[in-house]
């Protein structure tokens, strides 16, 4: 049973940094590629960033030069270093597990529960 638990989230003013962590249990880690996807309010899932097994990555327009994706196969865990934040970038943070091993990134069914980030004055 692949199980995947996010943790990082909060609250910060616009400007500042956070970093999300997803700690993935089960299943294969080292080779299927990895995403963060986040979703505002009254809005719908949007992709953010994708990592392969070799950590080449892929980034939203909306965050590149902003936010870094990277993984720990080690740790079994991938992150999200998010800087510069923007009150634009409120949303619930979920990360994925992928269906394939390559891009374009294919979302599986196996989600976290989702952590809260709130950018606010």
């Known amino acids: 049973q692949v199980q995947l638990v996010e943790s990082g989230g909060g609250s910060v003013q616009p400007g500042g940094s956070l970093t999300l962590s997803c700690e993935v249990s089960?299943?294969?880690?080292?080779?299927?590629?990895l995403a963060w996807y986040r979703q505002a309010p009254g809005k719908e899932r949007e992709f953010v960033a994708a990592?392969?097994?070799?950590?080449?990555?892929r980034i939203s327009d909306s965050v590149k030069g902003r936010f870094t994706i990277s993984r720990d196969n080690a740790k079994r865990t991938f992150y999200l270093q998010m800087n510069n934040l923007e009150p634009e970038d409120t949303a619930v943070y979920y990360c994925?597990?992928?269906?394939?091993?390559?891009?374009?990134?294919?979302?599986?069914?196996?989600w976290g529960q989702g952590t809260q980030v709130t950018v606010s004055p």
């Open positions: 994925n597990r992928g269906a394939n091993y390559d891009f374009p990134y294919q979302p599986s069914d196996f």
């Open positions: 089960g299943g294969i880690f080292s080779i299927p590629t």
């Open positions: 990592i392969k097994a070799s950590g080449m990555a």
